[in-house]
């Protein structure tokens, strides 16, 4: 039983630079969530997915940032034109259809932007 | 605006002993609450949750309890280890009110470092 996986765990970039994370999911979850964790803050909320269509997109989630699940499975996050204020660990985390509040989260990747 | 709060961001206590970690929230849609807990370089644990209809859930050493009226819940780790050692993150969901995404709010987390 595999959990949810983050590729990469670190990228290092420079400003103005375009990047992308992919998040592959527990296998039979249809809910994946992206989150952001700066230093000294818990995670926050960025964008859900329910199998393919993306259903809501914090305001944190500006217009450089996108977001894809093809076929609901893996999920891509794009950020392009990087910036510094950028850098921190992104999360992704999956949970099953229904009625259920428990996410599984991945070990994240962390991005930091010179 | 915080919507949940955790005042303390560390706690130290001995082994054997109880560790209390409080967390605290101000919006009155959240009816479910969860307890993550984050070791270095790895992503959130989820430890132990709790409904709004509840007021106490128990799993081994870890019990959460929830004061609705207060807006505050706790989690109690007895007795402590020195493998609990880790950031503690609560965390609050809308739920169903939300639609079907059950996204969290987080709060800043508390370290606690359980001493041998």
């Known amino acids: 039983d595999t959990g949810v996986s983050q590729d990469p765990r670190h990228k290092i970039t420079k400003r103005g630079q375009n990047v992308t994370f992919r998040c592959d999911p527990i296998?039979?979850?249809?809910?994946l969530y992206w989150y952001r964790q700066t230093l000294g803050q818990g995670p926050e909320f960025l964008t859900y997915?329910?199998?393919?269509?993306?259903?809501?997109k914090s305001r944190l989630l500006s217009d450089r940032f996108s977001a894809e699940r093809p076929k609901g499975s893996f999920s891509t996050l794009e950020i392009q034109r990087t910036e510094q204020g950028d850098s921190a660990m992104y999360l992704c985390a999956s949970s099953p259809e229904g009625f259920s509040y428990e996410q599984y989260f991945g070990p994240g990747t962390r991005l930091t932007v010179t | 605006d915080q919507q949940v709060k955790q005042n303390s961001p560390s706690l130290s206590v001995q082994e054997g002993r109880i560790s209390i970690l409080n967390c605290d929230y101000t919006n009155s849609m959240f009816d479910y609450f969860l307890w993550y807990k984050k070791y270095p370089a790895e992503g959130p644990t989820f430890l132990i949750s709790?409904?709004?209809?509840?007021d106490k859930n128990e799993d081994g050493r870890f019990t959460v309890f929830l004061n609705k009226s207060a807006k505050h819940l706790s989690l109690h780790i007895v007795p402590s280890q020195p493998g609990d050692s880790a950031v503690y993150f609560c965390?609050?969901?809308?739920?169903?009110?939300?639609?079907?995404?059950?996204?969290?709010?987080f709060g800043k987390g508390t370290l606690l470092t359980v001493n041998p």
């Open positions: 709790i409904s709004s209809i509840k």
């Open positions: 997915f329910q199998n393919e269509a993306q259903l809501e």
């Open positions: 965390a609050a969901s809308e739920g169903d009110s939300g639609g079907s995404n059950y996204k969290l709010t």
């Open positions: 296998s039979e979850h249809n809910r």
